[in-house]
């Protein structure tokens, strides 16, 4: 596991531990939130730390995984099971989750959105693969 994947999950490990009280700024000053969906084998709670930006109330994470052939597990997950929370600091919060690809009309401009939150590190990943990076809106549900 390299150096940057281990600040990550540490990132994440105090984020949980501290139940939001510390983590939402911790990692290079970017906004993190937590993602918990539902294992689409296991049926157990997967959690996640991930840089978010904000679209109206719409929170967009990026299923980038660094650029990686494959994209991350929590995609799979939410496509079986598009129901899943986000915590934002200490707020927990029930959302639904929607996919967006290159075709989508809304995704060129979440993309913009998304990646000036990152320093436009998703454009460097999105050069790494031949995959489409999603954008994915996570919605909160009424009362959420």
């Known amino acids: 596991m390299s150096f940057f994947h281990q600040v990550l999950r540490t990132h994440q ?4 531990h501290t139940d939001g009280f ?9 906004p993190t939130l937590l993602l918990r969906t539902t294992g689409r084998r296991t ?23 660094g650029g990686s052939p494959k994209p991350p597990a929590w995609l ?12 934002v600091g200490r707020r927990r919060i029930p959302v639904t989750a929607r996919s967006t690809l290159p075709d989508d009309p809304d995704y060129a401009r979440r ?8 320093a436009d590190r998703y454009t460097q990943y999105q050069t790494r693969t031949t995959r489409p990076i999603a954008v994915v809106e996570l919605r909160p549900v009424s009362g959420g």
């Open 22 to 30: 510390l983590g939402h700024h911790l990692l290079f000053g970017n």
């Open 43 to 65: 049926g157990e709670v997967r959690t996640n730390g991930l840089t978010y930006a904000r679209d109206g109330d719409d929170y967009l994470v990026v299923a980038s995984k």
């Open 13 to 16: 490990w105090i984020y949980e």
């Open 76 to 87: 799979a997950n939410l496509t079986a099971d598009p129901r899943c929370e986000i915590q």
């Open 111 to 118: 993309w913009t959105i998304v990646n000036s939150v990152n």
